[in-house]
């Protein structure tokens, strides 16, 4: 099992710059709930003068694992590989009851299944009408759908929709690139993949959508399953190996820092140097597209009821803005596209509540994270947010439903792909 660096534990001076960037301690205001506090707990661990037991793993639980403290922090601490040591450990202490593990690990696995998610999705929805709120446990439920979440999922493709292994550039060729068309976000926002592959070709690159490439892991690593999420990478690593891309393009990104950080998952191991050769070539879409440079639209986008000008506003997804440093580069390209106009969001880069499986772990906390959300985008008057993963897209769009001016979601790429006025091609 990993143990903890004491060069990086000490690296944290308690200087508290992190703290207002913490979802968690601005929500709740205890220094346990902080990132300070975290790291406090697992030095604590590592030097034996305490033990992981639930009233400090119940801390390491509600970490969103954001990393909004490691842009403010001045030392680089790198928290958030603190973190997933920290969650591994708790995944194999005596605090973790076996049934939550075992539970937890089976949500994983079916998340990482896109055959099953999809079959899971389905068949919460035909059942969540025939059950009401106390019909099962709360967990359950939720899963389930019972409270309306699978209900309000986009709709799971069907394999009518399956997508080709390669597609051609239009124009002039400047590269070919790999895409990750992922698991969750395979099943639920198909539609970011297939703007992705339209995007990518009509601005001159060559789509390959390796076969069996299957999970990435990153669901897996951020909660405390590094072997699991280890053997899932590897078999990602293997597919691309086998085509010759100048790129592995990402879409979501959560997927793209797990993917830029496997030298980490594999460290000290025989694949170390493979992993860091796959992570150099990864790219987010937006960050790709921004340094390639694209091809810009020739007509201006509309507002509502077709009058001049789009507002639109752009949420930080975590782990494009904090893991990834990916800002400014979405940004650039949003406002490069005719007739839009980016209004700034109040709190961008804070966390939307969502972070993986939190929402299902920790539902009372990501739910007020995500009213916090929905107050900031409200107060834009944005017709449209714009955001870079597939959780956020779909945790932040069940609370756009209750507002009475209707606000859009989407990620950046749709909203390119419009501006192009590029049909279905995939």
Known sequence: MQQFRSEHLLKCIHCGLCLQSCPTYVAEGSEADSPRGRIYLMRAVSEGRIRWEVGATEHIDRCLGCRACETACPSGVPYGYLLEIARAQVERSPARPAMQRVVKRLILNLMAQPRAFAFAIRTARLLSPLLGEGALPAPAARMLGVKGVVAQLPP??????????????????????????????????????????????????????????????????????????????????????????????????????????????????????????????????????????????????????????????????????????????????IRSIPGVRLVELEEADMCCGSAGIYNLLQPEMASRLLQRKIERIRATGAEIVLTGNPGCLAWIAQGLRDLSQPVAIMHPVELLRSAYELHDRC
């Open 156 to 333: 799971v493709h069907s394999k009518r929709e399956r997508l080709a292994s390669v597609y051609p550039p239009q124009g002039e060729r400047r590269g070919r690139v790999g895409l990750l068309t992922g698991c969750v976000a395979s099943v639920l926002f198909h539609e970011v993949n297939v703007a992705t592959i339209a995007v990518l070709q009509y601005n001159g690159f060559e789509v390959v959508i390796p076969r069996g490439q299957g999970c990435c892991g990153a669901l897996h690593v951020h909660n405390g399953f590094p072997d699991e999420a280890r053997r899932l990478a590897l078999r990602l690593i293997e597919c691309f190996e086998r085509e010759s891309v100048d790129a592995i393009v990402v879409n979501s990104a959560g997927c793209g820092s797990t993917m830029k950080e496997y030298h980490q998952l594999f460290a000290c191991t025989p694949h170390e140097a493979r992993a860091r050769a796959f992570a150099d070539r990864v790219r987010d879409v937006m960050e790709f597209l921004a340094e390639a440079g694209i091809r810009l639209p020739e007509h201006p986008l509309a507002g509502r009821a077709g009058e001049p000008g789009l507002v639109v506003t752009y949420h930080d997804a975590c782990h494009l803005a904090h893991a990834q440093g990916v800002r400014r580069q979405p940004r650039d390209i």
